[in-house]
């Protein structure tokens, strides 16, 4: 439904007012309403802030539930690191391009190490076979 909606938007706009928009800001733009700007615009904000609570913090809170099942359910996992991207406060990290140039290196600096290890253990440990149901 998701990969559809989109389709389903660009050929009313074109049915409307008969151009093909993919840019959905530029669809927004179109509307005459204020009304409507904003509460399309709100579903976008609602929308992507779902996408990011599913894709960033679910992960996390199933994987501390699953260490610590007697103290922490996916709910406090869940409350635990919405927490602690609050306190890291990424908004920092993009304001100027020197912050985000430190932020790069020094993620770099850690996902370098970690990626050499996982092809070391593929190629050297594990002979470049991988059993598929132990994933």
């Given at each position: 439904?998701g990969?559809l909606?989109?389709?389903?938007?660009?050929s009313?706009?074109?049915v409307?007012?008969?151009?093909?928009?993919?840019?959905?800001?530029?669809?927004?733009e179109d509307?005459d309403?204020?009304a409507a700007?904003?509460?399309?615009a709100?579903?976008?904000?609602?929308?992507?802030?779902?996408?990011?609570?599913?894709a960033?913090?679910?992960p996390?809170?199933?994987?501390?539930?699953?260490?610590?099942?007697?103290?922490?359910?996916i709910?406090?996992?869940?409350?635990?690191?919405?927490?602690?991207c609050?306190?890291?406060?990424?908004?920092?990290i993009i304001?100027?391009?020197a912050?985000?140039?430190?932020?790069?290196?020094g993620?770099?600096?850690?996902?370098g190490?970690?990626?050499g290890?996982?092809?070391a253990?593929?190629?050297?440990?594990k002979?470049?076979?991988?059993?598929?149901?132990?994933l």
């Amino acid at each position: 439904l998701g990969a559809l909606t989109p389709i389903f938007v660009t050929s009313a706009h074109s049915v409307i007012w008969g151009s093909f928009q993919w840019y959905m800001p530029a669809v927004i733009e179109d509307f005459d309403s204020r009304a409507a700007k904003f509460f399309v615009a709100f579903s976008f904000m609602l929308a992507t802030i779902g996408n990011q609570i599913a894709a960033g913090t679910y992960p996390f809170s199933n994987d501390v539930s699953g260490l610590y099942p007697k103290y922490i359910n996916i709910f406090r996992a869940t409350l635990i690191i919405s927490v602690f991207c609050v306190a890291c406060t990424p908004w920092n990290i993009i304001k100027n391009a020197a912050g985000l140039l430190a932020f790069l290196s020094g993620y770099s600096c850690v996902m370098g190490p970690m990626a050499g290890v996982m092809v070391a253990d593929f190629y050297l440990i594990k002979k470049r076979k991988l059993n598929i149901h132990e994933l």
